[in-house]
């Protein structure tokens, strides 16, 4: 019997390798100690129970800790990296007319004000939101220098 456990596990690996859940790997390892139980015992149904519960602890064991790992190695790319960054206004942002430009990182965005509120050109602003192909945009405080 021992052989059929083999293929089952054999299987589930296979299935690991084409699916990107990493779920699969734990049904092949409760198969493989399913194989091991089998060389003690010949009843299938301690045999399938070994492999049922073995799957699902390891399961509920691992499952959490590689979803920890799996998370902490997520990057924001593309244009939602923007976000929190600061940029000037080159075009007055007048949310009325739906018209307004900044330039972040050397790239040119549409821009909307945050708070429908228009922004003259030449104001620093920080990105809070994109919103389709636009920026979502709030003013920055301005700096009194004291000379």
Partial sequence: MWQYWLIIAGA???????????L???????????????????NIIIQTT???????????????????????????????SLVGKKGIVIQDINSTQGTGQIKVNGEIWSAESENEDGITKGTEVEITQIVGVKTLVKPLPKTVSHV
């Fill in 12 to 22: 589930f690996m296979i299935g690991e390798i084409m699916t990107v859940g990493f």
């Fill in 24 to 42: 699969l790997f734990w049904f092949g390892i409760g198969a493989i100690i399913a194989m091991i139980v089998s060389f003690f015992t010949t």
């Fill in 50 to 80: 070994v492999f049922i519960i073995s799957s699902v602890i390891l399961i509920f064991a691992t499952k959490p800790l590689v979803k920890k790992f799996l998370n902490q190695k997520t990057v924001t790319t593309n244009a939602f």
